[in-house]
């Protein structure tokens, strides 16, 4: 969740973005189990502890960037940037680090004011900025699907 080239806390418009602590993952937990909320995400269920464990050991973690969300001090959401090797490209160190999942999760009591926008721009600002990054895409296309110029 850190690294030498991230700096922490980071704003966020009027957010602070921020490395997580102990004390603030049981009110992640509240934001993160409701069923409206849950039902959106890819895991819909987690032990408490081993939650604790991953968010806490990744903070040694140089390709996890993960933070909690405050506004005026009151944690109302997390921010991640999980950077790994590229699908499929297990070979050669060009591939290593070269993709990320990136995702955020907002208090529901919080919602409808623009502040996952602002966690995710920042989390791209960490991606782009600082660990210098540059955007691109792939693209591919089944030989069935193609169909050729008249």
């Known amino acids: 969740m850190t690294s030498a080239q991230v700096a922490w806390p980071r704003a966020a418009g009027s957010l602070v973005l921020r490395p997580p602590m102990s004390d603030d993952l049981d009110g992640v937990l509240v934001q993160r189990n409701p069923p409206d909320v849950i039902r959106l995400l890819l895991r819909t269920t987690v032990d408490p502890e ?11 973690d140089p390709d996890q960037h993960a933070a909690v969300t405050e506004l005026d001090g009151l944690v109302i959401g997390t921010g991640w940037l999980n950077v790994r090797d590229g699908v499929g ?22 919602a409808g004011r623009g502040y996952a926008t602002a966690i995710a ?3 791209f600002d960490l991606a782009f ?7 691109g895409f792939t693209y591919g296309i089944l030989a069935e699907e193609w169909h050729p110029a008249p």
């Open 121 to 123: 721009r920042s989390m």
């Open 50 to 60: 081993a939650f604790r464990r991953a968010w806490l050991d990744g903070v040694e």
């Open 129 to 135: 900025t600082e660990l210098g990054w540059i955007d």
């Open 89 to 110: 490209q297990p070979d050669g160190d060009a591939w290593r680090g070269t993709e990320a999942d990136l995702g955020c999760l907002v208090d529901p009591a919080h």
